[in-house]
Nanobody, 117 residues
Framework: QVQLVESGGGLVQPGGSLRLSCVAS????????MGWYRQAPGKQRELVAV???????NYADSVKGRFTLSRDNAKNTVYLQMNSLKAEDTAIYYC???????????WGQGTQVTVSS
């Protein structure tokens, strides 16, 4: 079992920045693919950014060049730096850990990001 705790969401103006954090309950990076998803009102949950094999990252086209995924292995923490935020980035952001061996997903509770003037 893995517990994920997100933080860092909030209200920001268009063009602003936020950094989301996701702390895992134990060291899991070697066995899990970590990433972020989001779900806007009335829409399906979608991938934002994820670590893939070899430590590389995959981003949704809508956030490329604006969002950056990073991690701190010593702190069991994954970060999502979000710059140049737009109104359409408004959503609940969820941290995800997918166990590589069987693709079982673990989710955090979500953190709200609202981009509005």
């Amino acid at each position: 079992q893995v517990q994920l705790v997100e933080s860092g969401g909030g209200l920001v103006q268009p063009g602003g920045s936020l950094r989301l954090s996701c702390v895992a309950s134990r060291s899991i990076f070697s066995l899990y693919a970590m990433g972020w998803y989001r779900q806007a009102p009335g829409k399906q949950r979608e991938l934002v950014a994820v670590f893939i094999t070899g430590g590389n990252t995959n981003y949704a086209d809508s956030v490329k060049g604006r969002f950056t995924l990073s991690r701190d292995n010593a702190k069991n923490t994954v970060y999502l730096q979000m710059n140049s935020l737009k109104a359409e980035d408004t959503a609940i952001y969820y941290c995800n850990a997918r166990r590589v061996v069987d693709t079982i997903d673990y989710w955090g509770q979500g953190t709200q990001v609202t981009v509005s003037s």
